[in-house]
């Protein structure tokens, strides 16, 4: 039996990553994670995803030198590029992402620079835009955050009976008594 013909119907879309800058002095690596989408826009788990870096000039490698590496996506359909580093030529290069489930197929080019040092571009530039401005720096300290509550809340749950009530609020993370 002949395999199904390949279908261009899954959307690939940038997340994280398009437009970053790569930190080369302080080797922080921008945050590169993709969405894939079905024709009815539905996360698609499960789906293979292939992270490719150019061969020549300003670019990356995965472990052991390698252009490339295969993700599958989670639940949410998103798969995320870990364990990789910049080489040490500035400039931008694209970074070329396909993402495959069964016959279907999808790709997309994210855009990234490595720059000396990510401060003194975005003043040379006039923006602003810093490493904190990723909504996946943000996602990782608020469950940071929520991580240590739960574990106050474990240890103190754990002591005496005389335990004081921990109170959590929409805020920034603070401990202590109430007032």
Not at 10 to 21: D, H, I, R
Not at 59 to 81: C, D, H, I, L, Y
Not at 122 to 132: E, I, M, N, R, Y
Request: hydrophobic share 40%; glycine share 12%; proline share 6%.
């Amino acid at each position: 039996m002949a395999p199904l013909p390949i279908e261009q119907s899954l959307k690939v879309v940038a997340l994280a990553g398009n437009g970053e800058m790569n930190d080369l002095q302080r080797r922080v690596m921008a945050p590169l994670v993709v969405e894939v989408l079905d024709l009815n826009s539905r996360p698609v788990e499960g789906a293979d995803v292939v992270f490719r870096f150019p061969l020549k000039g300003p670019s990356a490698a995965f472990a052991g030198q390698k252009s490339s590496k295969t993700v599958r996506t989670n639940g949410q359909g998103e798969a995320a590029a870990v364990g990789w580093t910049a080489n040490n030529e500035v400039g931008g290069f694209q970074v070329h992402v396909t993402a495959t489930y069964g016959n279907q197929m999808g790709e997309t080019t994210i855009s990234m620079s490595n720059v000396t040092r990510v401060v003194d571009v975005a003043k040379k530039k006039g923006k602003h835009k810093s490493l904190w401005s990723s909504r996946w720096v943000k996602v990782g300290l608020i469950a940071a955050g929520g991580g240590l509550v739960a574990g106050l809340v474990l240890v103190t749950r754990g002591g005496t009976s005389s335990a004081r009530a921990i109170t959590i609020s929409p805020g920034p993370p603070s401990v202590g008594a109430p007032h």
